[in-house]
């Protein structure tokens, strides 16, 4: 059982995140775009990141790799 103390302020829901706007743009913030729209654009790119790009995933293989030219098995005769 959930004690009063135990439930966030927002009653337990994920953050609101915010639209993002123009003037949350790097681009708007350095004097860069040279876009009049009444939204973002598809350049949009965060302030906050400095044009840094978003962590990707790692590729992990599940299995050693084969150094064969022909990875499934071949039948045998």
């Known amino acids: 059982m959930a ?3 135990d439930v966030p302020p927002n009653g337990g829901k994920l953050p609101k995140t915010r639209k993002p706007s123009c003037d949350d743009c790097f681009f708007k913030q ?3 775009c ?9 350049t949009f ?4 990141r400095n044009l840094a790009p978003e962590r990707q995933l790692a590729f992990v293989f599940r299995s050693e790799r084969t150094t064969a030219a022909y990875a499934f098995p071949q039948p045998t005769a």
């Open 30 to 32: 350095n004097h860069l």
């Open 45 to 48: 790119r965060p302030a906050d």
């Open 3 to 5: 004690l009063a103390r």
């Open 34 to 42: 040279a876009l009049k729209l009444d939204g973002p654009c598809p």
